[in-house]
Nanobody, 125 residues
């Protein structure tokens, strides 16, 4: 099972950009990657996922057009580029991995077995 470590979270002003990284302990080939977030008092939300095979993607409506998920299998690293950040994007962001998973219209936390420890993103002026 992959071990995942997120990084890149920090305090940022509204409207600014941030890129989160998710480094895996081994090859990401054949793994779907998901980014999830959890704000205080709220349930964990699927932000964006990318399939293991055809790189098809899913984005939550709240981040469409602002966030971009990507992966660099040669570096065993996935990314979440976040632009035009809003205060409501404040949360702990987690990356997750699942072997041989195709992402269709949903990004469900229950579909992913390997999880990182999370990185805090705070959007505030």
């Amino acid at each position: 099972q992959l071990q995942l470590v997120e990084s890149g979270g920090r305090l940022v002003q509204p409207g600014r950009s941030l890129r989160l990284s998710c480094a895996a302990s081994g090859s990401m080939d054949y793994y779907a990657i998901g980014w999830f977030r959890q704000a205080p008092g709220k349930e964990r939300e699927g932000v964006s996922c990318i399939s293991s095979s055809d790189d098809s993607t899913y984005y939550a409506d709240s981040v469409k057009g602002r966030f971009t998920i990507s992966r660099d299998n040669a570096k065993n690293t996935a990314y979440l580029q976040m632009n035009s950040l809003k205060p409501e994007d404040t949360a702990i962001y987690y990356c997750a991995a699942q072997y041989l998973l195709t992402v269709n219209s949903m990004c469900e936390a229950t579909s992913f077995a390997a999880w990182g420890q999370g990185t805090q993103v705070t959007v505030s002026s």
